[in-house]
């Protein structure tokens, strides 16, 4: 069945960068979008950009803007976020997720189509930052 | 900015739940979906499109709505419903989602 396993959770220091990632199994790694989003403690759902796994083209939240960095591994299906320049409100559980929508296949090539639809989700990350 | 209502909402199995989802402009192309979250847990998609359900979703859950006003409506609630729900709009940038509201067991 389709998961996405995220690594485990991190404590970080302000002003220090932290890096998550989230490999995929059950699926073909290339063929959906991955996003990232985050829930703060007692806040809501936050979306934080997404990555193209067959292209490594990424879009931000403007949120997030020069702190944040997705990059994927192909040959392990693994997905990573980095997040720079830490601060304590950044204390939150970080998801990854694929995109819903099935990919296109023409004469044999699989193209990853975007919804901006979430499913499934990977376990969560907690990233604590604090002093 | 998605305004989700109540905050908070009490109820008993068997009863039937509504949830509200206002935007403060209006979401394009209904491109509104609904999410299920229960403790420890990560979200789970319910609706999309506004009122299509996802994949394996139990025809209980039923979403409405247009433009600024949308509604998730939720009979014969089960055990397993009492949870948080979030409404996410995707039809323009940047994604966003509403602050949720808690139903939880009256």
């Known amino acids: 069945q389709v998961q996405l396993v995220q690594s485990g959770a991190e404590v970080k220091r302000p002003g220090a960068s932290v890096k998550v990632s989230c490999k995929a199994s059950g699926y073909t790694f290339t063929a959906y979008y991955i996003h990232w989003l985050r829930e703060a403690p007692g806040q809501g759902l936050e979306w934080m950009g997404w990555i193209n796994p067959t292209n490594g083209v990424t879009n931000f939240a403007p949120k997030f803007q020069g702190r944040v960095t997705m990059t994927r591994d192909t040959s392990i299906s693994t997905a990573y976020i980095d997040l720079s320049r830490l601060r304590s409100d950044d204390t939150a559980v970080y998801y990854c997720a694929r995109d819903w929508s099935l990919p296109i296949t023409t004469f044999g090539v699989i193209t990853p189509r975007r919804s901006n639809r979430f499913d499934p989700w990977g376990q969560g990350t907690l990233v604590t930052v604090s002093s | ?106």
């Open chain 2, 1 to 106: 900015v998605l305004t989700q209502s109540p905050g908070t909402l009490a109820l008993s199995p068997g009863e039937r739940a509504t949830l509200s989802c206002r935007a403060s402009q209006s979401v394009s192309s209904n491109s509104l979906a609904w999410y299920q979250q229960k403790p420890g847990q990560a979200p789970r998609l319910l609706i999309y499109g506004a009122s299509s359900r996802a994949t394996a979703i139990p025809d209980r859950f039923t979403g409405s709505g247009s433009g600024t006003d949308f509604t998730l409506t939720i009979n014969r609630l089960e055990p397993e419903d009492f949870a948080v729900y979030y409404c996410q709009q995707y039809g323009s940038s940047p994604i966003t989602f509403g602050q949720g509201t808690r139903l939880e067991i009256k």
